[in-house]
């Protein structure tokens, strides 16, 4: 018996892995009852949608988390047993960092909750209120900002996306699917707090008032680009936004981050450090040294991992076992929480709470944002060759972040189709104009390859700027003409 | 298993081994002519001291200045830090988690918001995990940014090389795996009076730099140290003993063994230039370009493996430049290209006699 049932368990389990590689789990599939028990069990409690949209709910196989490492195991749910003081409870050992009880039966922890942490939201994907939620009330003037800022995303990845396929600019990457996360996390921020981005947070900056000009401006690397035209398109920084440059490097910013926080905790600034990764990025060292270090340092700082689901073409199912980011807070002793990251509103409140926390409380927070990239990693990847188009359609149409705001911010009256139809043509003239601009200004002049290499270029620098010149003088047909020397 | 190996580190610390000798008598006297003002409160000291001298400097003349690593907090396994959490806090003065990654990261971050962050690792053998930190984001950081951000604030102090009994882990110079990333500048220094001079320009200094500490020398070296706060210039190499025959090349530990070879060499009747590079990089071509100009030889030794080490850059530098001027091809007497070894150190190291014996076949070529 006891065979039959592990064997039973390792087949479905092997199934269930297949099938959500595949992206089409499909409950009716079940034929085994206990297999049949973990489906219903783990659908209801990690499926966000809702229960009233059955045309969403029959695509919930979609859904990226759908990898079930949380069935019932005798391990399971001794945790709390675990951690509950007994019989023998007055019995314990004095350990360095406090007491920890004696037991005399053998229990290992189980490698999962029984369900998975829940997500928070306060919209549902058809943009409704839901009953019961803690929502706090944001003001007309910020949702029309925020909803403003998450369109304009939208337009300048459309628009930028183009370019980049017409060959005007080298390499893009988008935010699509992602504008919740990057907008409404932005507008819980102030000013003051410093981000250290990943890469796929540009609406961080535009919401701070990067304009769509110095976008393209770095995207073009011509002479207005603050990074000189020395990274590659979507490496923007910007030191009067408080917004660190970006560097390709995955999950290098996160200790980082804790530095920055730990210099506003000592300047006692009234301020936090707040920096964002992907899924892929938590497997970094980085990310574990980061996270300890801010726990042990007490930092100001606000982990913001977006899970989409997918590192390029790495599923998460193959990125970690763990029930997602938000379960690895605990383990360094950092609060967390996970988040629904295609509602604004929820997005919004939760970076509130964090930044609250954060400041008063002077220590750091994990958010775990559930989100989705709905676009290609970047303009080199074809992500259709390894994930399939109803789930990317499911992100992009029934779960799409924009519209459920929309919907929101149009049932308090705030917004209408004239006003969509006004913003959208103007925001895509806004950005054909700064494309145009942009392509035209010139390159950033020669001397910027050798300068900021240090603060004062050292002998063995200046010797070879005058070398190249010398080349440069006899064979100009070699080097690009439209770089001023 | 590797907290063991960092407690037997701690052991190093206080048994460094005596095998080695050091006659810093003419080079403490050259730099003191330079500094003479300096001369009236100099006290002696070993490298150990000196370094801890520096760091309560810097300490107390940058309130924004903070020091941390593994163990810094009681003083550091090899005591460089001994004092500093008493007198500065342990707000200024902290340890870290065992992760040099996160040191690094941390003292990155810490350095772009404006601040002077001197991290420790703790040896250079464990400098390897931060190497991404330190190569992709501390080395471009101004350069990426087109100089909105920098973190030049940040100094990375870690004792290096060979202590008679290190073995694999607690011997190798690394040196030349920063030499070749632009945007970092690393600095070695010989002795006490060098270490504080240098340490205090490096952590002033607007660049993020690696300083190695030769740990050999950490009690074994002791001179006369200047009280002041002072700073020794960097990239800027020095000729510590003049000689016509041959130019010879080095830095930190291995200098002290250079320089008993030229005294053996001169009763030979071979008269050796010595230079300390000191920086590595940006390194001063011109002192040694100089020198080589004059002499018409050159000889580079490092305890690093020969087969990339930096003597393989200054070489190909100086054949460049002074091909005509080269009577001998240049020697270079260094590490084997072995992992660091524990019994067969001694055969492994660059000693006075290969030294001694390549300065004579450089000569007689």
């Known amino acids: 018996m006891a065979i039959w049932f592990t064997r ?75 951690y509950s003081s007994d019989d023998e409870s007055s019995q314990s ?64 990845d459309t628009i930028f996306y183009e370019a980049q396929r017409q060959g005007r600019i080298s390499f893009y990457l988008t935010s699509v699917g992602e504008e919740a996360a990057n907008i409404a996390s932005a507008a819980a921020l102030g000013a003051d707090d410093v981000v250290l981005p990943q890469y796929r947070e540009p609406g961080v900056l535009l919401w701070r008032g990067f304009t769509l000009e110095e976008f393209a401006n770095q995207c073009f690397g011509n002479k207005a680009d603050y990074g000189k035209g020395r990274q590659m398109p979507i490496h923007y920084g910007s030191k009067k936004l408080n917004y660190f440059t970006v560097s390709s490097p995955i999950a290098t910013q996160l200790p ?89 509103l929820a997005v919004y409140r939760t970076i509130r709470a964090a930044r609250e926390i954060a400041i008063s409380e002077q220590k750091p927070i994990l958010v775990e944002a559930l989100t989705y990239r709905v676009g290609h990693h970047s303009t080199s990847d074809d992500s259709t ?101 | 298993m590797a907290s063991c190996l960092r407690r037997y580190g701690r052991r190093l610390s206080v048994s460094i081994c005596e095998k080695r000798e050091l006659s810093t008598a003419c080079e403490g006297q050259i730099i003191l002519q330079q500094h003479q003002q300096l001369q009236q409160t100099a006290k002696s000291m070993n490298l150990c001291s000196a370094i801890n001298q520096a760091l309560h400097l810097a300490l107390e003349t940058d309130p924004r200045s903070y020091v941390f690593g593994e163990d810094v907090s009681f003083g550091g396994v090899f005591r460089c830090t001994t004092g500093l959490t008493e007198r500065f806090g342990k707000n200024r003065v902290f340890n870290t988690p065992l992760c040099e990654q996160g040191i690094v ?31 992709n984001e501390a080395a471009k950081f101004r350069y990426r940014s087109g100089n909105q951000y920098d973190c030049g604030g940040l100094t990375i102090r870690a004792p290096y090389g060979a202590v008679g009994h290190g073995g694999h882990y607690h011997s190798q110079s690394p040196e030349a795996f920063f030499c070749h990333v632009p945007g970092i500048k690393v600095v070695i220094p010989r002795s006490p009076l060098q270490a504080k001079g240098l340490l205090l320009s490096c952590i002033r200094d607007p660049n993020p730099v690696v ?45 002290s063994v250079m320089e008993q070879a030229c005294t ?30 004059k002499t018409g030889r050159l000889l580079i030794s490092h305890e690093a493996p020969v087969t990339g080490g930096f003597g393989a850059e200054i070489s190909a530098s100086i054949v460049e430049r002074c091909f005509l001027r080269l009577e001998a091809p240049i020697a270079r007497v260094c590490g084997l290209d072995t992992p660091f070894p524990l019994v067969f150190e001694p055969f492994y190291m660059p000693t006075k006699n290969k030294i001694l014996d390549a300065i004579k076949s450089t000569v007689n070529y």
């Open chain 1, 256 to 344: 980082q981050a804790v530095g920055a926080a730990y210099s506003l905790k000592m300047d006692k600034k009234d301020a936090c450090a707040v920096t964002y990764i992907g899924d892929g990025g938590t497997s970094e060292g980085d990310f574990h040294a980061a996270l300890n270090f801010a726990a042990v340092m007490e930092a100001p700082v606000i982990f913001i991992c977006r899970n989409n689901g997918w590192a390029i073409s790495t599923h998460i199912s193959e990125q970690f076992r763990s029930d997602g980011v938000v379960v690895k807070g605990q383990a360094y002793g950092i609060q967390s929480i996970r988040v629904d990251g295609n509602d604004a």
């Open chain 1, 385 to 485: 060759k390894y994930r399939p188009v109803d789930e990317i359609e499911y992100w992009k149409m029934a779960r799409n972040p924009v519209n459920r705001f929309r919907k929101w911010v149009e049932r308090n009256g705030w917004w209408s189709d004239k006003e969509e139809s006004e913003l959208r043509s103007s925001i895509r003239k806004q950005l054909l104009q700064a494309i145009q601009a942009a392509e035209k200004t010139q390159k950033p002049e020669l001397g910027n390859l050798f300068s900021d290499v240090y603060d004062h270029p050292p002998l063995n620098l200046q010797e070879q700027e005058k070398q190249l010149r010398e080349t440069i003088n006899r064979h100009s047909q070699d080097f690009p003409s439209d770089v001023p020397m």
């Open chain 1, 8 to 82: 039973s368990r390792s087949i479905a389990y092997y199934l269930k892995r297949k099938m959500s590689f595949m992206g089409i789990l499909n409950q009716h599939s079940c034929t085994n009852p206990y297999f049949e028990s973990i489906c219903s069990s783990s659908s209801s409690s990690s499926r966000i949608t809702d229960a009233e949209n059955s045309s969403i709910s029959c695509h919930s196989s979609a859904f990226p988390f759908s990898v079930h490492r949380f069935e019932s195991t005798k391990a399971a749910g001794q945790l709390d047993q675990l």
């Open chain 2, 264 to 293: 053996d060499a001169e009763k030979d009747g071979i008269s050796c230039e010595l230079i300390d590079l000191k920086t590595l990089i940006p390194w001063d071509r011109e002192t040694v370009e100089a020198s080589v100009r």
């Open chain 2, 105 to 135: 990261g941390f003292g990155i971050g810490l350095a772009a918001m404006g601040n002077r962050a001197i991290a420790e690792i703790q040896f250079a053998d464990y400098i390897y995990p931060a190497f991404d930190q330190i190569v």
């Open chain 2, 211 to 255: 300083f190695f500490e030769p740990k050999w020398l950490y009690r074994l070296a002791v001179e006369e140290v200047p009280e002041h706060d002072y700073m020794l210039p960097l990239s800027e190499a020095e000729v510590i003993r003049e000689g016509s025959d041959i130019t010879l090349v080095g830095w930190g530990a291995q200098l």
């Open chain 1, 93 to 156: 050992l004095d350990f360095p960092g406090g007491k920890v009880a004696y037991i005399s039966e053998m229990r290992f922890i189980s490698e999962s909750n029984q369900k998975r942490i829940p997500c928070y939201r306060l919209l549902n994907d058809n943009g409704e209120l839901i009953n019961g939620s803690d929502f706090h009330q944001v003001t007309e003037e910020l949702a029309v900002k925020m909803y403003s800022k998450m369109v304009t995303l939208q337009q300048m």
